[in-house]
């Protein structure tokens, strides 16, 4: 039987910040909705934050697009660039609040994969 | 009960093997959770030319049972399997730097945002032309190539030292198994 050890190609940076997902895989419980009604709050949060951060990071794919294309002025360009700004600050202030990171707004689906 | 972990071309050493003319199945006797599932598929790559992971979970009752449900899809194993022979699957991750750089103007976040994404399609265009297939950061690569393809990616993360960045492999090719 093959080693996983010997799966390592290429690693470089702050691993930190890849391997914490990779130590979770085992783990899929805590990344699902409890019901428990201590940490259903926090759960809800998860999910609700996931699913804006996936469409923050869609519209801004989306406008980088349209920068590449042209399609968009000077001005359109810092108005869109300000929405984000402020939308990744609150999103910050929110992920504070509810005591989650970057890795918990990336929900892992199981056998599907990982949302993000 | 056998459950199916895989369909292979040319294997070499492995003993649960049901032979449907050119293609085999590889099967086993005792049930096995996800991971075991995964590390048995694993352990198929070095030993076979070519690897069809399936997923996990397919059992039959017996030998009989998993010949009828194969046969007729046999045809299309085979040209599958042709298509990965000699390939194995490298999967790239990439993390942008942690701390946000200070940014005043909309403008500035836009081009801050539009330098990461041209940065990763700098690495996805330099890796192109050492792979078969890509999709989302998972490459089709021949097993020969594998050592080059290692190589450019270890340049560029040189070149990109605030990224971490992680590439791993060879997997079985999960990523393109299907179609």
Redesign the interface.
Known sequence: ??S?DE????????????ERPVREI?DVFPRRVSADPETVERGLAQLVLTLVELLRQLM??Q??RR??EGTLD?DE?????????KL?ERMDELKAEFGLR?DDLNLDLG?LGKLM | MIHLYAFVLGAEGIEELVRLGRVEAVVGREAVD??GHG??V??L??RCRSVLPV??GERFPDEAALRRAVEPRLAELERRLDELTGCVE?GV?V?PP?E?TA?E??????RA??RR?ADLRDLDRRLQPRARKSADARYLVARTE?AG??AE??RY??EH???????????APYTFAAA
Do not use: N
Not at chain 1, 77 to 85: A, K, N, P, S, Y
Not at chain 2, 161 to 171: D, F, I, R
């Open positions: 039987m093959s996983l799966k390592l190609l290429v690693a470089s940076g702050d691993l930190a910040r890849l085992g801004e794919r406008a980088l920068m590449d000077d360009i810092e108005r869109l660039g300000r929405t984000f700004m990744a970057d056998p | 996800a991971v590390l048995a694993e352990s790559v070095g997923r996990f490298i991750r993390a942690e946000r940014v103007t909309g403008t500035d976040y836009m945002a539009g994404q594998v393809f290692a990616v270890e993360a040189r030292p605030e990224l971490a960045l992680v590439c791993t492999g060879p997997w």
